[in-house]
């Protein structure tokens, strides 16, 4: 029998946290700031952008939503940047992911300030999560599911450890925040090209999915007892529904809720601690950067 992971309130719980933190930054004459730029249509960044948006107001966060058209060029897109860099109303910037084709990604994020960059996806703040250094910041998703992990009383010392998925949004820095010191997971990456995927996760205690493939993980990959946490986030069409599709995650849930001793939903798992985690790391940035 399985535990639900509740993300959606571990997350309220987070935000009260950022409550109380605004109103402190507020009495020492500190409003921080967000500004989100999201180019493009994309219909799922759209709704994440809306999301993240209501939150600030929600928390006294003072938010800049910025949507540029598909054709906005690369270096109409860096001029944003660099304005917002400039801005002492903003503490924190993100450029929301994927833009448009034409954009070389890598490139704007390298443009962001990095004492602004709470996404935590600049190479600055990259080799602060390698080097354990706290006045990084640390990418929002991955941030969430050890937040989770914690309020689940998950053991992870000397636990083993299986991620799937090498992202520098999801799976990579999952991995180094699970290997850390006071942390001390044994940590396993597992990709595309691994050789028995099934085998491998099977061994994991704490087994964490961010692949982006709908319903992957099967009950025959889950441990009898282990911590499984779906970062996935999926869409799949649903006629059933008014939207015309449901979400679901990497994992195909209520089979292996069946064997792990405690699991994440999708919705209301990873995705609002991602959010959550974004309003905490927008926090940290505008009391450091004062
Ligand atoms: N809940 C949240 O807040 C968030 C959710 N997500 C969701 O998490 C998922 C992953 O996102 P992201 O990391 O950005 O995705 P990417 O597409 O960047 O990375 C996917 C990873 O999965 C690996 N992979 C792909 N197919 C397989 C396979 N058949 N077997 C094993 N590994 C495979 C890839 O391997 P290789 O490197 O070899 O190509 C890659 O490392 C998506 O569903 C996304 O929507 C993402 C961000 C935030
Ligand atoms: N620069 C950048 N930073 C990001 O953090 C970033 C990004 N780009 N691009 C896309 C991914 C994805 N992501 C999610 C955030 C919230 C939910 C979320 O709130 N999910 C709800 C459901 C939302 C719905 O109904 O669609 C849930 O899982 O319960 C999901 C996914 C942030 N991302």
């Given at each position: 029998?399985?535990?639900?992971?509740?993300?959606?309130?571990?997350?309220?719980?987070?935000?009260?946290?950022?409550?109380?933190?605004?109103?402190?930054?507020?009495?020492?004459?500190?409003?921080?700031?967000?500004?989100?730029?999201?180019?493009?249509?994309?219909?799922?960044?759209?709704?994440?952008?809306?999301?993240?948006?209501?939150?600030?107001?929600?928390?006294?966060?003072?938010?800049?939503?910025?949507?540029?058209?598909?054709?906005?060029?690369?270096?109409?897109?860096?001029?944003?940047?660099?304005?917002?860099?400039?801005?002492?109303?903003?503490?924190?910037?993100?450029?929301?992911?994927?833009?448009?084709?034409?954009?070389?990604?890598?490139?704007?994020?390298?443009?962001?300030?990095?004492?602004?960059?709470?996404?935590?996806?600049?190479?600055?703040?990259?080799?602060?999560?390698?080097?354990?250094?706290?006045?990084?910041?640390?990418?929002?998703?991955?941030?969430?599911?050890?937040?989770?992990?914690?309020?689940?009383?998950?053991?992870?010392?000397?636990?083993?450890?299986?991620?799937?998925?090498?992202?520098?949004?999801?799976?990579?820095?999952?991995?180094?925040?699970?290997?850390?010191?006071?942390?001390?997971?044994?940590?396993?990456?597992?990709?595309?090209?691994?050789?028995?995927?099934?085998?491998?996760?099977?061994?994991?205690?704490?087994?964490?999915?961010?692949?982006?493939?709908p319903e992957m993980v099967k009950a025959d990959w889950v441990k009898?007892?282990?911590?499984?946490?779906?970062?996935?986030?999926?869409?799949?069409?649903?006629?059933?529904?008014?939207?015309?599709?449901?979400?679901?995650?990497?994992?195909?849930?209520?089979?292996?809720?069946?064997?792990?001793?405690?699991?994440?939903?999708?919705?209301?798992?990873?995705?609002?601690?991602?959010?959550?985690?974004?309003?905490?790391?927008?926090?940290?940035?505008?009391?450091?950067?004062?």
């Open positions: 029998m399985s535990k639900v992971i509740d993300g959606k309130a571990v997350a309220a719980a987070v935000l009260e946290e950022c409550r109380t933190e605004v109103e402190s930054l507020k009495a020492d004459g500190i409003t921080p700031g967000l500004a989100v730029v999201l180019v493009g249509e994309d219909p799922a960044s759209q709704v994440y952008v809306g999301s993240k948006v209501r939150t600030c107001g929600d928390l006294g966060i003072y938010s800049r939503k910025i949507e540029l058209p598909t054709e906005t060029t690369q270096e109409e897109l860096l001029k944003v940047v660099a304005d917002l860099n400039a801005d002492p109303a903003i503490h924190g910037i993100l450029v929301q992911s994927p833009p448009p084709k034409h954009i070389d990604e890598e490139a704007v994020v390298r443009a962001l300030d990095p004492r602004k960059d709470v996404d935590g996806f600049h190479p600055e703040n990259v080799a602060k999560l390698a080097l354990e250094d706290p006045t990084g910041f640390v990418p929002c998703t991955p941030a969430g599911c050890m937040r989770l992990l914690k309020e689940a009383g998950v053991e992870t010392s000397g636990a083993n450890a299986v991620v799937i998925g090498r992202s520098m949004i999801v799976g990579k820095p999952m991995a180094l925040l699970l290997m850390a010191r006071g942390v001390d997971a044994t940590v396993t990456v597992a990709h595309s090209r691994s050789k028995d995927l099934a085998g491998i996760c099977r061994e994991a205690d704490i087994l964490v999915a961010a692949v982006g493939r009898e007892g282990a911590v499984v946490i779906d970062v996935g986030i999926n869409r799949v069409d649903d006629a059933s529904k008014k939207r015309g599709y449901r979400l679901t995650g990497d994992v195909a849930y209520e089979e292996c809720a069946e064997k792990a001793s405690a699991i994440t939903p999708v919705p209301g798992g990873v995705g609002p601690m991602t959010i959550a985690m974004l309003m905490k790391n927008t926090l940290q940035s505008a009391r450091q950067l004062g």
